[in-house]
């Protein structure tokens, strides 16, 4: 079954700052991975998103993600983080089952940024 | 840029009462979905549906929950008694194929069940 792992619940860092989310997947063959953010109150918006291909995508809004096989990964990255990046942030895997793909996600990060 | 979306935005029900939560899917999109959030916990899917019929459902898709297209345009979720442990926000999604293409999320219905 597949699974996705964010082993850090709460992150804060100050703007201006790198920023670095993690993500483990578990998953049985080649996996399409995603990154959503969800604001508060707001649904989820997606950040990027892997399928195949170059390892290392970029997305919206100046963020980037890493797939590394050799560690089950799906890091997401950003070099300088702005205020309005706080938020809750969620990888998700697509499992394909049937005709239709349903995705998995991680239990989320929640990015507070200090000024 | 086309967009998901959902009505109502919030919705209060009593225990017991039947809900029909609705959704506009992007017009070309072909698969749809439903997830829930409940409050401080993680998405969770619920179901997929494509081609008039349920593609998948998980196992908190019980007997009580149903989908359906009554239209080319909206995608309902009805549940028909709701509990207490159905407050949560619940997603619509849509997707143009299957695989790993992009699901495309509306913003979401709260309901609260008192």
């Known amino acids: 079954a597949q699974s996705v792992t964010q082993p850090d619940i709460h992150i804060t860092v100050s703007e201006g700052a790198s920023l670095e989310l993690r993500c483990n997947y578990s998953?049985?063959?080649?996996?399409?991975l995603f990154w959503y953010v969800q604001s508060p109150g707001q649904g989820l918006q997606l950040l990027l998103k892997?399928?195949?291909?170059?390892?290392l995508v970029q997305g919206i809004k100046g963020f980037e993600a890493e797939f590394k096989r050799s560690q089950s990964s799906f890091n997401l990255r950003k070099p300088s983080v702005h205020w309005s990046d706080a938020a809750e942030y969620f990888c998700?895997?697509?499992?394909?089952?049937?005709?239709?793909?349903?995705?998995?996600f991680g239990t989320g990060t929640r990015l507070q940024v200090t000024l | 840029e086309p967009e998901v979306t959902q009505t109502p935005s919030h919705q209060v029900t009593q225990m017991g009462q039947e809900v029909i939560l609705r959704c506009v899917p992007i017009?070309?999109?072909?698969?749809f979905y439903w997830y829930r959030q409940i409050l401080g916990q993680k998405v969770e899917f619920l179901v997929s549906?494509?081609?008039?019929?349920?593609?998948?459902k998980s196992e908190i898709f019980d007997d009580q929950f149903s989908v359906e297209r009554p239209d080319g345009s909206n995608f309902t979720l009805k549940i028909r008694s709701t509990k207490l442990e159905d407050s949560a926000m619940y997603f619509c999604?849509?997707?143009?194929?299957?695989?790993?293409?992009?699901?495309?999320f509306g913003p979401g219905t709260r309901l609260l069940v008192l």
């Open positions: 999604a849509s997707s143009r194929n299957s695989g790993g293409e992009t699901q495309y």
């Open positions: 998953y049985g063959a080649t996996p399409y």
């Open positions: 892997y399928f195949s291909g170059d390892t």
């Open positions: 998700a895997v697509a499992g394909i089952t049937g005709t239709a793909s349903k995705l998995t």
């Open positions: 017009s070309n999109h072909l698969y």
């Open positions: 549906f494509y081609n008039n019929e349920i593609s998948e």
